[in-house]
């Protein structure tokens, strides 16, 4: 993304951008940043509007440019009035990260063919939840457009997504121009551009958003040219509860198994049982516990949903390869047990349920749940 002629760094407008270090509150009141933005959105409906009106457009390409044109008249408007201090309703709405991805992709495709570049995302994050999926769908644009302008022909641009443990998301804008060169790999975040037209402001603008709400946008090393990160916050993860000396003290130590597909439950159950100590093996599938239960465990809490096909199998296997460990149901079924798992020493405990029920059963099975 630094390709380009060697000319001199171009200059935001007078009176739009804030000297270089002087962070503006808050950045969606920062106008240069809005205006780039809005520009951004501009030439992808000035993009589709040509599109529209070649001689190869059918009904329905048509009617895909004016969904397009009409998604991004949308957010410039919205983007105008966030700056000047008025309600918005695309920008700040909570949203699925592949789904952005995808969205501000598939509205750069005329752009990306234009000059001969392919853009693909290459790897998505399927059901992680972001804030603000607004601003990452204009700091991804911004990104892709600017490798646009910087990747040779011929080339990809990727982009891939994947959620961290400490409960981020990790966005990666990659071309295979020129680089940036070591000397500038700050300053084009303080307003420092080659690109011809260009005002510094969009790299800038970017990181203010991202750093805003907690995340950041970076240039990452890469030998075949240009990566950025963006990293943002994440909704669909559950905080970590505080760790407190009893809760430490009730499970210290104690290796539960976990068989459940709802990410929900096991969120919850990995967290607060991991906060009272215990040792946790999540396990979503029947084909998946072969292989977790090659491990000793001293306790399993099962939803039988994953096994409804073969519930006394999977039961047999649990005994078989734990004989000593604490076998609690998770139901949500009226009926309690059923008959293949009746079996004395199987503990239940109804859905929806208190995390305390489940520790009790697991501390003493005698409790009655």
Known sequence: ??????????????????????????????????????????????????????????????????????????????LARRAIGGGTKMLDQDGQLDGTLRDALDALAVMAQRVGVRVSLVAVAPGVKIPAAGDVSQIVTN???????YAPADTVVSVSAEATTDRLAIIDVTDQGAGVAPARRDSIFEGDTKREGGAGVGLRHARALARAIGGDVELIADPEGARFR????????????????????????????????????????????????????????????????????????????????????????????????????????????????????????????????????LVDPRTKA
């Open 143 to 149: 990104l892709v457009m600017n490798a646009l302008a």
């Open 230 to 361: 963006v990293t943002w916050p994440r909704l669909d993860v559950l905080p970590k509860p505080p760790q407190s000396v009893a809760r430490i003290r009730v499970l210290e130590g104690t290796r539960v198994l976990i068989l459940e597909d709802d990410a929900d439950v096991t969120d919850l159950l990995e967290a607060s049982l991991g906060a009272r100590g215990a040792e946790v093996t999540i396990v979503r599938t029947h084909a998946e516990l072969a292989g977790a239960l090659t491990k000793p465990h001293d306790a399993a809490l099962v939803d039988l949903s994953p096994i409804a096909g073969d519930v006394k199998g999977a039961f047999a296997a649990l005994r078989m390869f734990a004989p000593n460990a604490r076998l609690v149901v998770m139901t949500g079924s009226a009926e309690g047990l059923p008959p293949e798992v009746s079996a004395e020493g199987v503990r239940l405990v109804r859905k929806p349920f208190e995390v305390s029920e489940i520790v009790a059963a």
């Open 1 to 78: 993304m630094s390709g380009g002629d060697p000319k001199r760094p171009s200059q935001a407008p007078t009176g739009l951008t804030p000297p270089t270090g002087v962070m503006v509150a808050d950045p969606h009141r920062d106008l240069a940043g809005a205006l780039h933005d809005v520009s951004n959105a501009l030439t992808v409906m000035l993009g589709w509007v040509q599109e529209s009106r070649a001689d190869h457009a059918t009904r329905e390409s048509v009617a895909y440019a004016l969904g397009i044109i009409e998604q991004r008249a949308r957010i410039a408007r919205d």
